[in-house]
């Protein structure tokens, strides 16, 4: 099954840094989904790239998409405290998603 | 808009009793809801996805008769944790796609998850 894997870290940043986490995979996929989840409560769908798109953005945030490295990056730029959350990407094929393990970030104010 | 609504947000139950649990997408309609099981500090497992009108489909490894799943209309799943045991305890999300809506059928509209624990 299709699996999108985020390196699993941990990011405590400085408010006004930016943040950056990767998320892999391994099979091929229709697109490819960042979500943020606070803790404790559902997730937020932030942005979506599509298999034939390689850099998105959206606000403060910067998507890229290699997908012959089969690999995403999320950026968040001028961090804020309300960014703290842990975020997820999650790879789409066959009508499904696949979530990755998920990266904590904590912006410290 | 897009807002997908669970209830209840949290439940504690006995172990051997039934609990159910609703979304609701309230303010679109969704052919397709997926069911989430997510425990602490780890991802989503998708546990099946469910189809108005038909049976869910389950993913490897959920037992349907432990875990079962109505979507009787556009706006509506649930699911039923039948004889609950502890290790059944969790936090169960779902999600419901949109139709009609081309530029937003790709995204998945999360609810805000459901708390079990089970004691």
Partial sequence: SQQGEEDPQALSIQEGENATMNCSYKTSINNLQWYRQNSGRGLVHLILIRSNEREKHSGRLRVTLDTSKKSSSLLITASRAADTASYFCATEGNNRLAFGKGNQVVVIP | ?119
């Fill in chain 2, 1 to 119: 808009g897009a807002v997908v609504s669970q209830h209840p947000s949290w439940v504690i139950c006995k172990s051997g009793t039934s609990v159910k649990i609703e979304c609701r997408s309230l303010d679109f309609q969704a052919t397709t809801m997926f069911w989430y099981r997510q425990f602490p500090k780890q991802s989503l497992m998708l546990m099946a996805t469910s189809n108005e009108g038909s049976k869910a489909t389950y993913e490897q490894g959920v037992e349907k008769d432990k875990f079962l799943i109505n979507h009787a209309s556009l706006t509506l799943s649930t699911l039923t944790v039948t004889s609950a045991h502890p290790e059944d305890s969790s936090f169960y999300i779902c999600s419901a796609r949109e139709v009609g809506r081309e530029d937003r059928q790709e995204t998945q509209y999360f609810g805000p998850g459901t708390r079990l624990l089970v004691l």
